[in-house]
């Protein structure tokens, strides 16, 4: 896994437990740290002049950022989208999930449902995030789970029915257990279906991004999943216009060769949608008004 500065406010949290001053400290250091490096990002200078991007004549797509548990934010997010696809002309629409449907929030289960539930009356591609292989990988690995739990994997695992007590009291043979018995296999058979990307017209959709200087069709799984860096910080062409999550920004970021959309819908309660046709494009956002600014303390 590659090593960020979101370790940083990572170690914090799951080593003071209970010391929220220090847990607030972090993460204002954390989203501090987040604003720099954007900007450091803008001055090292502007992206080149690039073709604008578009999608195929008569079709229309929206791409969700990560949603991670927060079903009250995907519900809000689905209905809009369901009321702006209304209210535009008549294309062939299509919905693209980026990945990160869970962990963190306590929903994720509920997420997985109403996701598959929506599958059945919508075109939707879904892609994988780094936490459904993170889940994947827990299955028969114990080395993964432990890193899942750290990573908002409790709270997936309590959203399928196991207590806290119980999660907390379990060996990690004894956890793995519990999870395999209390996650359908339907589900992990669902997450596991997920693709790395989905390319329509000159968009790319990934979960993280992609590797520069690396053909699209030579691009790596475990790349599509993690990345940040070199990806982030290019300025040239990727051969497509990528649209991504899995870094999160407090506002969709626009370049001119990447567009993220990761806005924390855990961390800041804001979970975005793009919409694009022609060489159009927009955003919806699902916003909880209840979170306080100073808790934007998360990593991807």
């Not at 750290?150 to 257990?177: H, N």
């Not at 216009?241 to 804001?270: K, S, W, Y």
Request: aromatic share 8%; with cysteine.
């Amino acid at each position: 896994m590659q090593q960020t500065s979101n370790d940083v406010w990572t170690f914090c949290h799951y080593c003071t437990h209970g010391s929220s001053r220090l847990v607030s400290d972090c993460g204002r250091a954390y989203t501090a740290l987040q604003r720099m490096l954007a900007k450091i990002r803008h001055i090292l200078g502007r992206s080149p002049a690039m073709p604008t991007p578009s999608v195929p004549t008569g079709e229309r797509v929206y791409a969700i950022g990560d949603i991670h548990g927060r079903i009250d934010l995907f519900e809000d997010l689905i209905r809009m989208i369901e009321e702006d696809d209304a209210g535009r002309r008549r294309a062939h629409t299509t919905i693209v999930l980026l990945g990160d449907l869970i962990d963190r929030g306590h929903d994720s289960a509920a997420v997985v449902a109403r996701a598959r539930e929506w599958s059945k009356t919508r075109e939707i591609e879904f892609l994988q995030g780094n936490h459904e292989e993170m889940l994947l990988l827990s299955r028969t690995k114990t080395e993964s789970l432990r890193g899942f739990l750290k990573f908002g994997g409790r709270e997936t695992i309590q959203s399928y029915g196991v207590d806290a007590e119980t999660i907390m009291a379990a060996s990690i043979e004894e956890l793995q257990a519990l999870m395999n018995e209390a996650i359908p296999q339907d589900d992990f058979d669902f997450l596991d279906s997920f693709k790395k990307m989905v390319r329509i017209g000159d968009y790319l959709f990934v979960h993280a991004g992609i590797r520069p200087s690396t053909p699209i069709e030579h691009q790596l799984g475990q790349d599509c999943r993690w990345i940040r860096e070199p990806f982030l910080s290019h300025k040239g062409s990727f051969g497509a216009c990528v649209i991504h999550g899995h870094t999160i920004t407090e506002e969709p970021e626009v370049c001119a060769n990447r567009i993220g959309i990761d806005t924390g819908a855990f961390v800041h309660g804001t979970l975005t949608a793009i919409g694009l046709e022609g060489t159009e494009r927009w955003f919806l956002q699902a916003r909880d008004h209840e979170v306080p600014a100073e808790e934007t303390t998360a990593v991807a």
